[in-house]
């Protein structure tokens, strides 16, 4: 848990370049212009993390000394800008503020200005963001400027909060702007779902480079079934991991009638529609002769002789009469 805490309040400390929108913009100040050489910044370690401007996004363009040809200008779907007194328009989408003000500097030089001054601002960042949605404190849109963990993101939406299960899904759909920088997440480029669960990411055992356009969904509290010779038998919702024989002392015991020895977990595989049977014996693992399995999401805990579909139609009937019955959390 110290672990945990550590990485979280560093998390928290480092994300300052993060920043949630709801239904509002991310205003650049406006300051006094200087020369596009002095814009200039790159990482310690070479790595070009500047922000690269991104369709959608407003840009403020200082022209020193001439305020008419000032002012705020949107990138255009086709990713270009068209600026007063220019009679082309300019590409602006995928180059930073800088590398886009030495463009516009080079294209008044032509014609129009003898020592133009640029000075490009994004005032709203439109195009690189990342989604949070589902069982957190705080969700909603976070605009980036830099490359962010996931951990990071979870930090600034305020973590999960007490409806959330075990897991939590990252989308990857793409951003807006299109931008590829180098040594940006080159192997998980083709991955379009990533499944994590959220203790692995909250000690730092498992690490991963978000890209705009993400969309990290954390799943409401795992559901697993019990049915068949219980006392309550039902659907529950479990917010730590829980094992065979603590699903079924949530489920208030097995009734006489119950076959200890023919304990069957009904399970799903991803993408099959049919379910795996596993057997356990309780009277084994009650003596410590076999291990005491750990349930995931959506299974199945059958303590009856029933085929599968029977359980299965039995399930979908309880579920419509009733809500969860229970919320089981390990200490």
Not at 165 to 188: D, I, Y
Request: aromatic share 6%; charged share 25%; proline share 5%.
């Amino acid at each position: 848990m110290k672990r945990a805490l550590l990485i979280f309040l560093i998390a928290c400390a480092t994300s300052s370049s993060v920043v949630i929108v709801d239904a509002q913009t991310v205003t650049t100040p406006v300051s006094q212009p200087e020369s596009s050489e002095q814009q200039d910044t790159t990482s310690m370690n070479g790595r070009d993390e500047r922000y690269r401007i991104g369709l959608q996004d407003i840009l403020d363009i200082q022209v020193f000394r001439h305020a008419d040809l000032s002012g705020r200008f949107p990138v255009s779907p086709n990713g270009t800008i068209l600026l007063f007194r220019l009679e082309k328009p300019i590409v602006a989408v995928c180059k930073t503020e800088t590398e886009l003000a030495m463009d516009i500097e080079n294209a008044y030089k032509e014609k129009y200005l003898r020592e133009p001054r640029v000075k490009v601002g994004v005032a709203e960042q439109r195009s690189q963001s990342i989604s949070v949605i589902g069982a957190v404190e705080r969700p909603g849109t976070y605009y980036v400027n830099r490359r962010v963990h996931l951990l990071e993101i979870l930090a600034q939406a305020g973590g999960p909060n007490k409806e959330a299960g075990t897991r939590l899904l990252v989308a990857r759909t793409g951003s807006n702007s299109s931008c590829k920088a180098s040594g940006t997440a080159g192997e998980n480029e083709q991955i379009a779902v990533v499944d994590f669960k959220i203790r692995d990411v909250q000690e730092g055992r498992q690490t991963f480079w978000m890209q705009p356009g993400d969309v990290v969904s954390i799943l409401d509290a795992d559901v697993i079934y019990v049915y068949g010779n219980v006392n309550k038998q039902g659907s529950y919702r479990v917010r730590e991991p829980i094992t065979l024989t603590q699903a079924i002392v949530s489920a208030e015991g097995l009734k006489p009638a119950a076959q200890k020895d023919k304990i069957r977990i009904l399970r799903q595989s991803p993408g099959d529609l049919e379910r795996k049977e596993l057997v356990f014996d309780l009277n084994d693992i009650d003596k410590g002769k076999a291990r005491d399995p750990y349930l995931e999401p959506n299974d199945i805990v059958a303590i009856s002789q029933d085929k599968a579909r029977a359980i299965l139609n039995g399930i979908a009937r309880s579920i419509k009469t009733a809500l969860p019955s229970a919320a089981y959390r390990i200490p």
